[in-house]
């Protein structure tokens, strides 16, 4: 699949010397068109048990929209490609939703940082189990495999954002600095998906922002997804809003939890990444601006570089960062891996 609208950053520094991007460019600010053959727009909702009607519906949509990307302003940074002994210690930052196809994701990269991470989980005891294996999951027509992550340098914490108060998310949350939002509903039972979508992707997801003031967390990274605010920027009969929003209208979820976190006054990065794939990445990662992308997907494994790279990135500061894979180009080397 081509992207949707490009504008190919070098973009998110870990620390003060490496760079978080793919090859430079000529130009910061860049517009593009392109049509896309079919839409995945899916939030991040499938976190832990995953969907198995939203992909295949996604999967089935034709649509060609085109998406106009805009300059986030950010600065060309040249530079060395990240490396994990270069990385600053520090605090142990929290990962909501740690086992869940992205959140895992995001741990696995943290635990092997100077600092080491928390995972914020419904189940230490399951948690413990399932992140100690690497498994295939078949999900739909999708196969997912996921490896084990080495405990180590990781602290489990119950942390269920419907169950547990404010009180108790914040004392998961004590003596960490920074927090990665990765929870979304998991669809299920249709007559129940609207109350589930807003129990997480809403109220749960305030009330983690909440507890985050009180435990005196100061980054908040959310992953979200784009179209996420596709009713204001005129996107509410697009395929891929109507598609994914019939999910326990999911999208108008969490853009309630989205303007929570901005008038929290933490510093924060939402994420909005297009359709999630499982597998490895096979094109240059696409960062666009805010309400610019309506198609488009993405590897998981980029999702999760972008979620820790915000940790520490000033340029992400009180940003909306939306992202997908520019499949339209061969494969590059980024952060030193090649794709």
Known sequence: MKAAAALLLPLLLLGSASAFAPQPIASATATATATASSLRALPEGAEEGGSLDRRAALARAAAAATATAASLSLPLVPGAAFAADKAPAGPAVVVA?????????????????????????????????????????????????????????VTLRRMDVVADSVDDLAASLAG???????????????LKMNAAAHDVDNVGTCKLVDAAKMAGIKKIVLVSSILTNGRNWGQEKSPGFTITNAFGNVLDEKIVAENYLRKSGIDYTIVRPGGLKAKPPTGPLVISGEDTLNSG???????????????????????????????????????????
Not at 181 to 189: E, S, T
Not at 306 to 311: G, M, P
Not at 316 to 337: C, R, S, T, W, Y
Request: glycine share 12%; with cysteine.
């Open 97 to 153: 939703g740690a086992t869940g196809q992205t959140g895992r994701r995001v741990l696995e990269r943290l635990a092997a940082l100077p600092g080491g991470a928390v995972g914020g989980v419904r189940s230490v005891e399951k948690a413990t189990k399932s992140l100690s294996e690497s498994s295939t999951v078949v999900r739909g027509a999708m196969v997912q495999k996921v490896g084990s992550i080495d405990q180590a340098a």
């Open 176 to 190: 960490a600095t920074s927090l990665v939002i990765a929870v979304g509903f998991v669809p299920g039972n249709p």
């Open 297 to 339: 997907e993405i590897s998981r494994d980029l999702v999760a570089d972008v979620c820790v790279a915000s940790l520490t990135d000033p340029k992400a500061k009180n940003k909306v960062l939306e992202i997908i894979e520019d499949d339209g180009k061969p494969p590059q080397v980024f952060n030193g891996l090649k794709m």
